[in-house]
Every structure is written in structure tokens, then in C-alpha cells.
């Protein structure tokens, strides 16, 4: 099994940056994914990281330590719209489906 | 990208009927989609692996009696909550993979179904 561990709650000023952590423990590991989740609405996909180091995607990074079982996601220049919950998963062994962290809510304010 | 729709996208029914969920997928084909439910400020739990022509597989604690899942095509999934309750009330996501897309491995979703029980 897995135990991923984000903050619940997060608050940020537009333009500024902000680090969202999220750890975890498993056996096998194979992959961790970042998504996207408005309110009511379905994930979108951000970023996937397999081997250490980070990947940058625009605004947005990620970063992985596989020894450490942690990973960021990494938000530049907040925008108002960046406002979401923002959920790590894990995938473990020889399975291609991920177990959902329960992800971290973003607040931007002006 | 890959493209998942759903409908519908809210219901709202009386306790002890059935309703029935559509999950498709309109530009690839999915031999396999995934069905969760997300309660408020929670995970995305998933409850059931959908496998076109074949049973779904069902997560531990889900009851495949109450939850029937119908994988006809390689476009198209059904959830059906059966006898629905109050308690079943939730955010009822489809996710599926687009084969042609291997980069990742990642899941497309589909925009969610908000069912209310009465």
C-alpha cells in the first residue's frame, strides 16, 4: 500500500511563488504524477516525474527525490486562476494506476 | 490531448432509484477506463476498473451489486448506482488511457458527475 501526505491548505499572493510538498511511502515505486483540480471539476494532468531531478513546465515545475519518497510541485508568477487543488499521485509496482493523495488547496489573493 | 466526456454532468434522484452514468471517450479508444468518487475536500477513490468486454474489477469495500459497470465498446463505460441512498451521494469521476499516448501513462478524466440522492 501507499501513504501520501500533502498540506491541506495553502495561501499565496498573486505573482509570488509557491512550493507545494508531498511525500510518500511505498514499495516499488513507479512513477508520481501532479494534477490539477478546479472546484467541480475533473484533474488535469501537470506533470509526471519518474527519475530524480526536476521538470519544467512552463509556470510550473516538479521535482522528485526517490530515496527521499518526496516530491514538489513548484508554482511561479501566481496567477488568480492557479486557485485549485493541486493532487500528487503515486504509482507503485507493475500497476499503471496511481493512488490519489487528497490533495492541497490553493489559495491566491490579490 | 485526449478527450473524456460524461454525462450527466449533475443528477439529482429520489433514494431507491437507479442512475446511470455515461463515460466516453471521443477522440482515442479505451479498452480500459477507471471510475472514482470523490467526497467534499477529499481523494479521488477509485472504485472500479473497467475492462471493455470483459467484468470490471472492483476495489476492496466497493459492492459490484450496487455499482454496475458495462464496458460495451471501446468508447463507452456505464456506471449504474443501483437503489441509490443518500449516502451515495458524491462526485462521480471516469478517467480513461489513451494507448497511443505511452509518454506517461497518464489518465485523462472526464468532467465529473454530481449526484444528489433525496
Known amino acids: 500500500g501507499q501513504n501520501i501526505d500533502q498540506p491541506t491548505e495553502m495561501t499565496a499572493t498573486e505573482g509570488a511563488i509557491v512550493q507545494i510538498n508531498c511525500t510518500y511511502q511505498t514499495s516499488g515505486f513507479n512513477g508520481l504524477f501532479w494534477y490539477q483540480q478546479h472546484a467541480g471539476e475533473a484533474p488535469t494532468f501537470l506533470s509526471y516525474n519518474v527519475l530524480d531531478g526536476l521538470e519544467e513546465k512552463g509556470r510550473f515545475s516538479s521535482f522528485l527525490s526517490r530515496s527521499k519518497g518526496y516530491s514538489y510541485l513548484l508554482l511561479k508568477e501566481l496567477q488568480m486562476k492557479d486557485s485549485a487543488s493541486y493532487l500528487c499521485a503515486v504509482r507503485e509496482g507493475g500497476s499503471y494506476i496511481p493512488t490519489f493523495g487528497r490533495g492541497t488547496s490553493l489559495i491566491v489573493h490579490p | 490531448g485526449a478527450v473524456v466526456s460524461q454525462h450527466p454532468s449533475w443528477v439529482i434522484c429520489k433514494s431507491g432509484t437507479s442512475v446511470k452514468i455515461e463515460c466516453r471517450s471521443l477522440d482515442f479508444q479505451a479498452t480500459t477506463m477507471f471510475w472514482y468518487r470523490q467526497f467534499p475536500k477529499q481523494s479521488l477513490m477509485l472504485m472500479a476498473t473497467s475492462n471493455e468486454g470483459s467484468k470490471a474489477t472492483y476495489e476492496q469495500g466497493v459492492e459490484k451489486d450496487k455499482f454496475l459497470i458495462n464496458h460495451a465498446s471501446l468508447t463507452l463505460s456505464t456506471l449504474t448506482v443501483t437503489s441509490a441512498h443518500p449516502e451515495d451521494s458524491s462526485f462521480y469521476i471516469c478517467?480513461?488511457?489513451?494507448?497511443?499516448?505511452?509518454?506517461?501513462?497518464?489518465?485523462?478524466f472526464g468532467p465529473g458527475t454530481r449526484l444528489t440522492v433525496l
Open positions: 478517467s480513461a488511457r489513451d494507448l497511443g499516448q505511452r509518454e506517461y501513462n497518464e489518465q485523462f
